[in-house]
């Protein structure tokens, strides 16, 4: 085993908590959810308010299957919560925390993006 140059403390603090194995993979899938334009558009449109899969269809110009798709996708996920109304089926982001992760990858990119990528995102923002 090569020569660490850490300190001891650091090593005990990185042997402590850096996930397992399986944490790491459960978080890889997490993650992977929102390596997709369509469900982050879904994600941030259900930020706002409950919504079926027309009214989701039509404000956001989708095709009804592929939202329908995307839906079961972020469902089973755990990303959404369903709420039904009769034969309506209302999707809402199921937990706070998917939009602080929402809102921590938009605050992160707002500091990150050129002055000329600034315009698009405070346009939709403002």
Same mark, same amino acid.
């Given at each position: 085993m090569p020569e660490i140059l850490a300190s001891d403390e650091t090593c005990r603090l990185i042997r402590l908590y850096v996930p397992s194995n399986q944490d790491l993979s459960d978080m890889c899938a997490f993650f992977s959810i929102f390596c997709d334009v369509t469900r982050m558009k879904m994600l941030s %449109? &259900?930020?706002?308010?409950?919504?079926?899969?027309?009214?989701?269809? %039509? &404000?956001?110009?989708?095709?009804q299957t592929t939202v329908s798709h995307q839906l079961k996708l972020l469902r089973d996920a755990g990303l959404v919560s369903t709420r039904r109304n009769g034969k309506i089926i209302f999707y809402r982001i199921a937990s706070e925390h998917v939009e602080k992760v929402l809102n921590a990858g938009t605050v992160y990119l707002l500091e990150v993006l050129p002055p000329e990528r600034m315009g698009e995102t405070e346009k939709r923002t403002g």
């Open positions: %449109a &259900l930020c706002i308010d409950e919504l079926c899969v027309s009214d989701l269809a %039509a &404000l956001l110009e989708l095709n």
